[in-house]
């Protein structure tokens, strides 16, 4: 009766080993992202504060819209923070 080969080490199967650094970020945060964040916040908050200290007049001529403008400030760096990590 023949004989079945006997398996070496060569011949063993592959175990697949997950990488080390699984789970760590793969880079830092740009170093432009947390002070434009942060500018963009201050700038839209003073903005609408701006505008309701000088009863609509500054910081430009298009009345109850300065609010919208602040807005888009904040909102603006809130989609920047998405990209935090």
């Given amino acids: 009766m023949p004989e079945s080969k006997k398996r070496t080490k ?7 080993k997950a990488p080390r650094n ?4 793969e880079s ?4 432009w ?3 434009t964040i942060v500018a963009l916040l201050v700038i ?3 903005w609408i504060v701006v ?3 000088t009863a ?22 809130m989609g920047l ?3 935090w990590k």
């Fill in 22 to 25: 699984l789970g760590k970020p």
């Fill in 51 to 53: 505008h309701y200290i």
């Fill in 28 to 31: 830092e945060n740009p170093k």
């Fill in 81 to 83: 923070l998405t990209r």
């Fill in 56 to 77: 609509g007049q500054y910081p430009l001529p298009i009345y109850n819209w300065n609010v919208g403008v602040g807005f888009v400030f904040m909102a603006a760096a």
């Fill in 10 to 16: 060569k011949n063993k199967p592959q175990v697949y």
């Fill in 33 to 35: 992202l947390v002070p």
């Fill in 44 to 46: 839209g908050l003073g």
